[in-house]
């Protein structure tokens, strides 16, 4: 069982950046793929990130590659998302998620625990 947390939304006018971090409770944080989605509203949750367990490396979406940034610090259980030049297309409510699975996916379905979200409004 993994709990999730994350922390860091808020509002931010369009270019201006935050940092997104998802703290995970439990001592298996490193065996878990970790992602971040983000549902804006009236819209189906998306894949923003993810980052594969055992140094498996990074991925991201089209819309946010080359602006976010996906880290993990396995010993503080802990992921981060760093999201630069924000636009107002990014507005949404971001969730950080684990996935157990030997492989690693962009699918929502895939991903067992989800935090509670946090809110990011980008203002133009």
């Known amino acids: 069982q993994v709990q999730l947390v994350e922390s860091g939304g808020g509002l931010v006018h369009a270019g201006g950046s935050l940092r997104l971090s998802c703290a995970a409770s439990?001592?298996?944080?490193?065996?878990?793929?970790m992602g971040w989605f983000r549902q804006a509203p009236g819209k189906e949750r998306a894949f923003v990130a993810r980052?594969?367990?055992?140094?498996?490396?990074?991925d991201y979406a089209d819309s946010v590659k080359g602006r976010f940034t996906i880290s993990r610090d396995n010993a503080k259980n802990t992921v981060y998302l760093q999201m630069n030049s924000l636009k107002p297309e990014d507005t949404a409510v971001y969730y950080c998620?684990?996935?157990?699975?030997?492989?690693?996916?962009?699918?929502?379905?895939?991903?067992?625990?989800w935090g509670q979200g946090t809110q990011v409004t980008v203002s133009s």
């Open positions: 439990g001592r298996t944080f490193s065996n878990y793929h």
């Open positions: 980052s594969m367990r055992s140094g498996g490396g990074t």
């Open positions: 998620a684990a996935d157990r699975d030997y492989r690693s996916s962009r699918d929502v379905s895939e991903y067992e625990y």
